[in-house]
């Protein structure tokens, strides 16, 4: 395995299909790009205790950048601190404790992360809730909450960052999406709407941060092998389904799908806004 290589994070719940094992199909092979521009620079992550989140906080750090993150879950982001630490990254990640529905707590830390960090010049939006739910069981204050937890706090940490950004000379802030209301996924219609929405909020900001050299794009994952999806919503069946559907035959990983990130964070994606970049295996 290289020293950056994808198969640093666990997701052995269920066992790969058949001929599939991570650590020959990419695990030895992966030898990803380093970005230079990348190296010191302040980076921010929704949800980066667990799953794709977890995973692009490691690839950041890997890459030599200062990366803070913001999650509910102490102990999940101890490990990948930890994780990180055992990979000798230059900064340790640092962990800001907030539940981001609290909108007031999140923009705090954003400015505790400032001061911790420097300026932020990377903001991945990605915590997200994929609970299952049915049209009928919703009621106005679960709408509230799925609306909340899944596209709120998207907007006001863009809001928290854009200005020192803008004063800073630009930045890139990255929306992880899901291509879940794409291929009309119908088992949880609060979370597919409220991912619609945050092409709403690229394709918007984008416009609006043009001028100030602030890029936004966003990012969406298909199926991505978290230890949640496996050990929560994983079946055979679904699996089978899933890479019937991939033009890639196989599952595909969080650190992975974070290739695509840093290079929309890096100045390699200079050219790059107002995009969605699928990682889907080709599946759609
Ligand atoms: N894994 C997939 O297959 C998949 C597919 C489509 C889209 N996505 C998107 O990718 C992103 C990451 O998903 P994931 O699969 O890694 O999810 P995950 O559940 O594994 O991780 C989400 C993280 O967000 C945190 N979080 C959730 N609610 C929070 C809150 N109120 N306050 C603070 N932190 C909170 C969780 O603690 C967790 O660490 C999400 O935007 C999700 O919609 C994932």
Redesign the pocket.
């Known amino acids: 395995m290289t020293e950056n290589s994808a198969a640093s994070q666990s997701t052995a719940s269920q066992p790969e299909p058949a001929g599939n094992n991570p650590a020959t199909i990419y695990g030895a092979a992966a030898d990803y790009a380093s970005y230079p521009s990348l190296v010191d620079r302040a980076v921010f992550i929704?949800?980066g205790?667990?799953?794709?989140?977890s995973g692009m906080v490691e690839q950041f750090a890997r890459q030599g950048a200062k990366v803070g993150f913001?999650?509910?879950?102490a102990d999940?982001a101890a490990a990948t601190i930890e994780r990180c630490g055992a990979a000798g990254v230059a900064h340790l990640p640092v962990f800001y404790e907030?539940?981001?529905?609290d909108i007031g707590a999140l923009q705090a830390a954003i400015t505790q992360a400032q001061d911790d960090l420097g300026v932020i010049k990377v903001l991945v939006n990605?915590?997200?809730?994929?609970d299952r739910h049915t049209w009928q069981e919703m009621t106005v204050e679960y709408w509230n909450e799925r609306l909340n937890?899944?596209l709120r706090h998207y907007f006001f940490a863009i809001q928290a960052v854009a200005q020192p950004m803008i004063d800073a000379g630009g930045g890139s802030i990255i929306n992880?999406g899901?291509?879940?209301y794409m291929m009309q996924e119908d088992f949880f219609p609060g979370y597919a709407i409220a991912?619609s929405g945050v092409e709403g909020i690229t394709r918007t900001l984008a416009r609006t941060f043009g001028t100030d050299g602030v890029r936004v794009n966003t990012v969406?994952?298909?199926?991505?092998a978290?230890?949640?999806?496996l050990s929560k919503w994983w079946s055979p069946e679904g699996e089978e389904g899933t890479l019937r559907d991939q033009a890639i035959k196989r599952r595909i990983y969080?650190p992975e799908f974070a290739q695509m990130v840093l290079f929309l964070a890096a100045d390699d994606g200079a050219a790059c806004t107002a995009q969605q970049f699928l990682i889907d295996g080709g599946r759609r």
């Not at 205790?49 to 989140?53: K, L, R, T, V, W």
Request: aromatic share 2%.
């Open positions: 929704t949800g205790a667990d799953g794709i989140g913001a999650d509910i879950q999940k907030v539940d981001l529905l990605n915590a997200a809730s994929d937890v899944n992880i899901s291509s879940s991912k969406l994952p298909g199926w991505v978290t230890e949640r999806q969080p």
